[in-house]
């Protein structure tokens, strides 16, 4: 990726973000969400919006399909907010990234509690 995408990914995720936060009005995006990364294809006509959502997997769903549904909004909100020569079609996916990390520290922690469980037995 190049500098002025690096960029352009950048903005759009900061006003997206600012977007959804302030302006979305529905009830389903609950304040859990937060937008990981933009992946914005190198003519500007599409944008991978990648977004965790710190909930269950009902709400996670309920969720993302809210943020499909204001997809429109969005784009409109951007086309006045930011300049761009073309405000990219909005596509969102779910990011699990974080919720894995969370799994790996806690079997990393559950390791360590049962390897200093053993270490005590055998002293």
């Keep these: 990726m ?4 690096g960029r352009v990914n950048g903005l759009l995720r900061e006003e997206l973000s600012q977007l959804i936060l302030r302006e979305l009005k529905d009830p389903r995006v609950a304040s859990f969400v937060s937008i990981t990364e933009v992946d914005t294809a ?3 006509d599409t944008a991978k919006v990648y977004v965790s959502v710190m909930a269950p997997a009902e709400e996670q769903a309920d969720v993302m399909k809210g943020l499909r549904s204001a997809e429109g909004f969005l784009k409109a909100s951007l086309r006045t907010r930011i300049q761009l ?3 990219p079609t909005l596509t969102f996916e779910l990011d699990a990234t974080m919720e894995r990390g969370a799994d790996l520290l806690k079997l990393i922690d559950q390791v360590i509690e049962s390897d200093s469980a053993n270490q005590e037995r055998s002293v």
């Design 2 to 5: 190049n500098r002025r995408m």
């Design 42 to 44: 190198p003519d500007l």
């Design 85 to 87: 020569r073309k405000i």
